[in-house]
T-cell receptor, first 117, second 112 residues
């Protein structure tokens, strides 16, 4: 079973539409960390947000917002008024303790977002 | 200044060769990683070092050997390259083992 599921393989929207990227995770740990990363067509991976399991506050950063719900093990990402520059592959990731004092990150398979002008 | 830099950016080589990818970070981070991204964009961690000590060693063929001469460097050496090794390899670093990672620009390895 996947630890991080991004069920949407590809989403296509027209500019200015709002879009939500889903992320569902699976863990037995009480302490864990969730992340979103963006990979534009140029190929680099860019960090967007980090959340720890004890902080369920939603976050807004400009047009980006994140909804963390432990009850449904979800950490969804919404882009408001999408722009062509938002076109990228977006990865959700989960970091869990290894029991040896370290954490191991697991990435979802990514959602490819295409924003058409 | 580039925070995490890896070289080379592109590497084309024949099967059976040995090659190395170098990675350096100037962020003062304690933890460094190697990830492999396959043709379907799936990202998987290969290794992680914390303060020069190997802390994560996922199921990777032992033809792959990481080397960390100091906290700022984590190189990846690959012996006897195979066609299936073709992928993009990303180096990354993080302040601590549970904080966000900063990635290099990737090395596209093509084995022919």
């Amino acid at each position: 079973a996947q630890k991080v599921t991004q069920a949407q393989t590809e989403i296509s929207v027209v500019e200015k539409e709002d879009v939500t990227l889903d992320c569902v995770y699976e863990t037995r740990d009480t302490t864990y960390y969730l992340f979103w990363y963006k990979q534009p067509p140029s190929g680099e991976l860019v960090f967007l947000i980090r959340r720890n399991s004890f902080d369920e506050q939603n976050e807004i950063s400009g047009r980006y917002s994140w909804n963390f719900q432990k009850s449904t093990s979800s950490f969804n990402f919404t882009i408001t008024a999408s722009q062509v520059v938002d076109s990228a592959v977006y990865f959700c990731a989960l970091s869990e303790a290894t029991g040896r004092g370290s954490y191991i990150p697991t990435f979802g398979r990514g959602t490819s977002l295409i924003v058409h002008p | 200044d580039t925070a995490v830099s890896q070289t080379p950016k592109y590497l084309v080589t024949q099967m059976g060769n040995d090659k190395s990818i170098k990675c350096e970070q100037n962020l003062g981070h304690d933890t460094m990683y190697w990830y492999k991204q396959d043709s379907k964009k799936f990202l998987k961690i290969m290794f992680s070092y914390n303060n020069k000590e190997l802390i994560i060693n996922e199921t990777v063929p032992n033809r792959f050997s990481p080397k960390s001469p100091d906290k700022a460097h984590l190189n990846l050496h690959i012996n006897s390259l195979e066609l299936g090794d073709s992928a993009v390899y990303f180096c990354a670093s993080s302040y601590r083992v549970n904080t966000e990672a900063f990635f290099g620009q990737g090395t596209r390895l093509t084995v022919v």
